[in-house]
């Protein structure tokens, strides 16, 4: 089922979220199938639970769009066990809609997490799947790409999604 994709306002998104502790269960795949429709609904590079409502640290990336089965990746309670090196390129993200800015990300990373079993998994990534990893993990964390940029750059996108608020542009 595709869910609503919250956007930037919803407190949800920059909150911490809480971690998985039961694995392998109905509604833990379910959740995930969901996150995957909604995701690639929107044709993202990755989702994390709480842009659909729910505080949980599960995000799930596909640097292929969906192009190719292999490139899937689900990661539960993930975290950064290395980086290394830095990558400047535009991000975006699927609750701030319309906004592109260039952001400097390490350039490998090296993710530790669970699956959906619960199992432990240990990732490497580059360029962009090391920025979906920091993206991801971020969103987890409460942390949106924009909180990276300058408080200049910030409040200019801050100031135009008001005034989209305002006008019921914003949803
Ligand atoms: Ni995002």
């Not at 990746?73 to 319309?98: A, D, H």
Request: proline fraction near 4%.
């Amino acid at each position: 089922m595709v869910r609503k994709i919250l956007k930037y306002g919803e407190p949800i998104l920059e909150q911490a979220a809480g971690p998985v502790t039961e694995f392998d269960t109905p509604e833990l795949h379910e959740l995930i199938a969901d996150m995957w429709e909604t995701m690639y609904a929107s044709k993202g590079v990755g989702l994390a639970a709480p842009q659909i409502g729910i505080a949980k640290r599960i995000s799930v990336i596909d640097t292929s769009v969906g192009e190719d089965e292999s490139k899937k990746v689900v990661i539960i309670n993930p975290e950064i066990l290395s980086k290394e090196g830095s990558q400047t390129g535009e991000e975006g993200c699927l609750s701030i809609p319309g906004f592109r800015e260039p952001l400097t990300r390490a350039n490998k990373v090296t993710v530790r997490a669970q699956d959906e079993k619960g199992e432990a998994i240990e990732l490497d990534g580059e360029e962009l799947l090391a920025r979906a990893f920091q993206h991801e993990i971020d969103h987890l964390n409460g942390i949106l790409f924009i909180a990276h940029l300058s408080a200049l750059k910030r409040d200019i996108i801050r100031r135009k999604i008001k005034k989209l608020q305002k006008t019921g542009e914003w949803d």
